[in-house]
């Protein structure tokens, strides 16, 4: 096969102080295959990607470009070699024209022929059925066609081989879907695509071939024709089978969702919520929760999901409406005081602000209960009844940690995340705001998150679901509110139409 292939690693390793990053990995790129890697967090998928773009190159292991011997000692010479990379973050440059992205660093930018250019890449833009005007400014683009200027850029410069790293990380469920669309549209044309992500629900939509990766080791590999004879369900099955092993393969169905609770009186009550800021202003909020209801909100990050979240926290001053939880108003409430009525908040900002990452496991537990019994009497620190409750938690849970006086930020973002979850689901939580909870994670640990997420609902809890993952909502939501620009602008029923209305509705398509 790798005689075929258009670019072939063979043996590559990679190794940092303490890990070992990639190890003896063996990888081919073939013609007309999109060629997905998955794995957990930590299992290579970066450096990788760093080997493939030139920004890294190998201890040990042979790189072939077409059969030949390659190195890839800068991105200038992958790309001189057939190899462009689109990275999860945008690499253009947003004062400068698509034309001009293209153009720099390029032959074109020492003797510029800009309208010789600009025909090049109308042509190839119309070839791949991509809409991206030459003259537009980068900056003015969205974050889908950011990404296809991208790979018009790479193209552009000779390249045959794409890599795809998280692409759909920060994209519309309409822009992934565009994406998966132009994926199959350049192994049409002899491309070889390596898409790199942890969604195995791509990785079955759009995967010829899928390599698994876990702590640096090639763990397995399902090639197209294996693939052709498995159904949706069976690759998930197979995929965490080589991601984790076989108990692994427990968790690759997701459980049904919930029945819809019975109408109940509202736990969380918001009415006509206003938060006043300069970058994104939040207006007439008004919506109810009913206890044991998840209510899951849809839309593109920054059009006010955290300005909402915080503002029902405490965290922010709302600058009109109201807030009630359980019938009580909360507006003139500090965060503690809403904390101990049962109002809780899992952050996104994991490191920043859900942890104190220099502090111990079993402080982080109970840094928002300073003071107060019983972890606290008369002023004094209980640090027995503080150990004994971290150790509670940390069996409950199953947070992976050395010992409860290991300090938080030297967990795995898994590990860390499940920390956060037993300090605010543990007490009397009568409503839980969720901000991307498994913004991140790998498969297993984000399915470990949407199951506590379901047991607090189960448990009459009202929760409110941040995030920007559309099947996240699909499987966990009653119901699913779509916000943009600061404003809640529907709310749609979870049925068989939700997720054509929701993608439409966050895409800007449907009103």
């Not at 040990?60 to 190899?83: C, E, T, W």
């Not at 984790?244 to 109940?264: Q, S």
């Not at 994991?350 to 496991?361: D, K, N, P, Q, Y």
């Amino acid at each position: 096969m790798t005689d075929a292939a258009l670019v072939s690693l063979e043996g590559i390793t990679r190794r940092f102080p303490g890990v070992t990053a990639l190890d003896g990995l063996d990888l081919a790129l073939m013609p007309g295959e999109v060629h997905v890697v998955l794995g957990e967090n930590g299992a290579g998928k970066s450096t990788l990607v760093a080997i493939l773009s030139g920004l890294q190159q190998p201890d040990a292991g042979a790189i072939r470009i077409a059969g030949k011997p390659a190195r890839l000692a800068s991105p200038r010479r992958a790309l001189a070699l057939g190899i462009g990379t689109v990275f999860q973050h945008s690499m253009l440059v947003p004062s400068l024209t698509v034309a001009e992205n293209v153009a720099l660093g390029g032959r074109w930018w020492a003797a510029p022929d800009r309208a010789g250019l600009r025909r090049r890449i109308a042509a190839l833009a119309a070839e791949l059925g991509i809409a991206v005007d030459p003259d537009a400014v980068a900056g003015t683009l969205s974050l889908g066609e950011r990404q296809q200027a991208e790979i018009l850029r790479a193209l552009m410069r000779g390249g045959r081989v794409v890599v795809l790293d998280e692409a759909t990380a920060m994209l519309t469920p309409r822009g992934a879907a565009d994406l998966g669309a132009l994926m199959r549209r350049l192994v049409a044309q002899g491309f070889a695509v390596l898409f790199i992500t942890h969604k195995l629900a791509e990785a079955e939509a759009w995967g010829d071939r899928i390599t698994v990766l876990c702590r640096g080791r090639k763990t397995g590999e399902i090639a197209p024709a294996r693939l052709a004879t498995l159904d949706r369900a069976a690759v998930a099955r197979e995929a965490l089978r080589l991601m984790f092993g076989e108990a692994a393969t427990e968790e690759a169905t997701p459980p049904p969702r919930r029945a819809a609770p019975a109408t109940a009186s509202p736990v969380l009550d918001i009415a006509s919520l206003a938060v006043d800021d300069p970058a994104m202003p939040v207006t007439d909020i008004t919506v109810a929760i009913a206890g044991g209801e998840i209510l899951g909100v849809a839309g593109i990050d920054g059009n006010g999901q955290r300005q909402l979240a915080e503002a029902l926290a405490g965290q922010r001053p709302a600058a009109a409406g109201r807030i009630r939880l359980d019938g009580r108003p909360l507006d003139a409430l500090s965060v503690d005081d809403r904390r101990a009525l049962g109002l809780r908040y899992v952050t996104d900002d994991r490191l920043g602000e859900g942890i104190v990452s220099t502090m111990a496991v079993s402080d982080n537990l109970v840094v928002k209960d300073i003071g107060r019994p019983p972890f606290w009497r008369r002023g004094l620190e209980r640090r027995a009844e503080i150990d004994r409750h971290a150790r509670a938690l940390v069996a409950a849970f199953d947070v992976r940690t050395p010992g409860i006086d290991t300090p938080a930020g030297r967990l795995s973002g898994g590990n860390i995340q499940k920390v956060i979850l037993a300090r605010e689901l543990d007490g009397v939580a009568r409503a839980v705001i969720f901000a991307k909870p498994t913004n991140g994670l790998d498969v297993v640990n984000a399915r470990a998150v949407r199951r506590r997420i379901r047991e607090a609902a189960d448990r009459g809890t009202a929760v409110l679901l941040f995030s920007t993952d559309l099947d996240e909502l699909l499987e966990l939501s009653d119901r699913i509110a779509v916000m943009s620009r600061g404003r809640l602008i529907a709310i749609v029923a979870n049925d068989g139409a939700a997720r054509v209305r929701v993608a439409d509705l966050v895409s800007g398509v449907a009103a």
